[in-house]
């Protein structure tokens, strides 16, 4: 009889049009989704690459004219010299000075996409991918890439992450809020269960048909969209990404499902089953999160960008003003870096000087900054278990890529190359090297380490254990209620 029903129930809603509707436009609205989010995701790759066809074509060129000065000293036999720091277009090309090719040639350090990046685009269109290293300060490097976030939850982009966590929710409501009391209403509810079948048998049934159906679709084009513009498909990492993707979808439906269950054990009419679950979904999805992030930008505000630059402007002016103390310290800081002769040694150290103390000036503004919006992202992450909708956005955020955290973790390996950076031109300067041609294959070259899958895991369990937990709990008693059910209406 289970089984019938269950039959029955399926074959009922695949031959009605309005289900049937709801299907097509799930479907084409994931769909877009991707095709959105490929669209944006593709602007910041081919960003990307011009920055480093750029940087590319302006090394060849200081490159080439070094190997043409190089044979111009090997044909007459004279000396080969270093080009006045920052100066260029003389007989002695800028590219053999270090100090110069180091603070105006371009080493693009690149944030990859995953597997999933098009799942879920997340605050990448504000973050850049790639940042322009250069021996310049790192405050003035990534400031103009990362000082300008907003809350943590911005839902911006429409992609895949947008569709499930608030189109997907609508359409589940939409089929599921009259599910018992359609059938009060039109007086069959008694007739059913006067077959050897439970109430909470029926309801399960019902359940279960709507979502294998609504799911299905889901997993389809998800599947389809990792498919078409996924990538790294032969890649582990990109498939328990995905792995995790369903799970969390899995789970964030069949809450869904319950509530509506829950809602209709209630025993109201259908237009009031309707008004209830819609504002559960609004207070759910759009009140709780916000209310959330205000919290969190409140009790943690990140200092302005006006802040920043302003002070960063107070405090160069200081330094100006005693740039030869400034000078001093950089030397007792770094006595490797001493001229062995002076004049224009002396004028990059005073520069290298100034900025390295604009930037230990500056650098607790800077790491407050951080250190603020990781307080931001912790605060959220202590209050996601008010909502599953933010359970849902920091799991898909984090399976795509897209995540605070993994975006720290790629400025962290950004301000550590730029030491690297630094240091290689700046020793070579201050020591007097001329650079040679076959340098320029040398230079260092920034590597994005990408964190252990295990990390994305371990950052993703919380909130899927809450969503297994809260799904749990709402099916719970939504099939309790249903033992005080009213199948006769008064």
């Known amino acids: 009889m289970y089984a019938l029903i269950l039959r029955h129930e399926t074959r009922g809603l695949t031959r009605t049009p309005a289900f049937a509707f709801i299907l097509v436009l799930l479907a084409a609205a994931m769909?877009?989704?991707?095709?959105?989010?490929?669209?944006?995701?593709?602007?910041?790759?081919?960003?990307?690459?011009?920055?480093?066809?750029?940087?590319?074509?302006?090394?060849?060129?200081?490159?080439?004219?070094?190997?043409?000065?190089?044979?111009?000293?090997?044909?007459?036999?004279?000396?080969?010299?270093?080009?006045?720091?920052?100066?260029?277009?003389?007989?002695?090309?800028?590219?053999?000075?270090?100090?110069?090719?180091?603070?105006?040639?371009?080493?693009?350090?690149?944030?990859?996409?995953?597997?999933?990046?098009?799942?879920?685009?997340?605050?990448?269109?504000?973050?850049?991918?790639?940042?322009p290293v250069t021996s310049n300060s790192i405050i003035t490097v990534t400031r103009d890439s990362e000082l300008g976030n907003p809350v943590n939850l911005k839902r911006g982009a429409f992609d895949i992450s947008f569709v499930v966590i608030f189109l997907l929710p609508i359409f589940i409501l939409a089929i599921s809020y009259d599910m018992l009391s359609s059938e009060k209403e039109r007086g069959t509810l008694a007739m059913v269960l006067s077959h050897p079948i439970s109430l909470r048998k029926l309801m399960l049934s019902k359940m279960l048909s709507r979502a294998a159906i609504i799911l299905a679709v889901v997993l389809a084009a998800g599947f389809g969209s990792l498919l078409a513009v996924g990538s790294n498909l032969s890649s582990p990492d990109t498939w328990i990404r995905f792995g995790l993707w369903l799970s969390a979808t899995l789970l964030y439906s069949m809450f869904w499902f319950g509530l509506a269950v829950l809602v209709n054990s209630i025993s109201k009419n259908s237009s009031t089953n309707g008004v209830v679950l819609a504002g559960s979904w609004l207070v759910l999805v759009v009140v709780a999160p916000t209310l959330v992030s205000v919290l969190a930008t409140t009790t943690y505000p990140a200092p302005s960008r006006?802040?920043?630059?302003?002070?960063?402007?107070?405090?160069?002016?200081?330094?100006?003003?005693?740039?030869?103390?400034?000078?001093?310290?950089?030397?007792?800081?770094?006595?490797?870096?001493?001229?062995?002769?002076?004049?224009?040694?002396?004028?990059?150290?005073?520069?290298?000087?100034?900025?390295?103390?604009?930037?230990?000036?500056?650098?607790?503004?800077?790491?407050?900054?951080?250190?603020?919006?990781?307080?931001?992202?912790?605060?959220?992450?202590?209050?996601?278990?008010?909502?599953?909708?933010?359970?849902?956005?920091?799991?898909?955020?984090?399976?795509?890529?897209?995540?605070?955290?993994?975006?720290?973790?790629?400025?962290?390996?950004?301000?550590?190359?730029?030491?690297?950076?630094?240091?290689?031109?700046?020793?070579?300067?201050?020591?007097?090297?001329?650079?040679?041609?076959?340098?320029?294959?040398?230079?260092?070259?920034?590597?994005?380490?990408?964190?252990?899958?295990?990390?994305?895991?371990?950052?993703?369990?919380?909130?899927?254990?809450?969503?297994?937990?809260?799904?749990?709990?709402?099916?719970?008693?939504?099939?309790?209620?249903?033992?005080?059910?009213?199948?006769?209406?008064?």
């Open 306 to 490: 006006f802040e920043f630059i302003t002070q960063s402007r107070v405090v160069q002016t200081e330094v100006e003003k005693e740039y030869m103390k400034a000078l001093d310290k950089y030397y007792y800081d770094h006595a490797e870096f001493a001229p062995k002769s002076g004049g224009e040694a002396d004028f990059l150290a005073t520069s290298l000087a100034k900025n390295d103390a604009v930037e230990k000036a500056m650098m607790p503004l800077y790491n407050k900054f951080r250190s603020q919006l990781a307080k931001q992202d912790e605060m959220v992450a202590s209050f996601q278990f008010v909502s599953p909708a933010i359970m849902m956005q920091r799991t898909l955020n984090d399976v795509s890529g897209a995540s605070a955290a993994r975006y720290a973790h790629f400025i962290d390996q950004v301000i550590e190359f730029r030491g690297v950076w630094t240091k290689y031109f700046t020793s070579r300067f201050l020591a007097e090297k001329a650079l040679r041609s076959a340098d320029y294959r040398r230079f260092p070259k920034f590597e994005y380490r990408e964190e252990p899958v295990s990390a994305v895991i371990g950052r993703t369990a919380p909130s899927l254990i809450g969503l297994f937990a809260l799904m749990s709990v709402v099916l719970g008693a939504a099939f309790a209620a249903l033992r005080r059910y009213q199948v006769a209406s008064r």
């Open 31 to 131: 769909t877009f989704g991707a095709w959105s989010a490929a669209q944006t995701l593709g602007r910041e790759h081919r960003g990307a690459q011009a920055v480093v066809a750029a940087a590319d074509k302006q090394r060849g060129k200081l490159a080439r004219d070094v190997a043409g000065y190089e044979r111009k000293i090997a044909a007459s036999g004279g000396v080969y010299e270093v080009a006045a720091f920052n100066h260029g277009g003389g007989a002695i090309p800028a590219g053999t000075n270090a100090g110069t090719v180091g603070s105006t040639a371009v080493a693009p350090a690149i944030l990859p996409q995953t597997g999933l990046s098009t799942f879920a685009v997340g605050q990448s269109d504000i973050q850049l991918s790639y940042i």
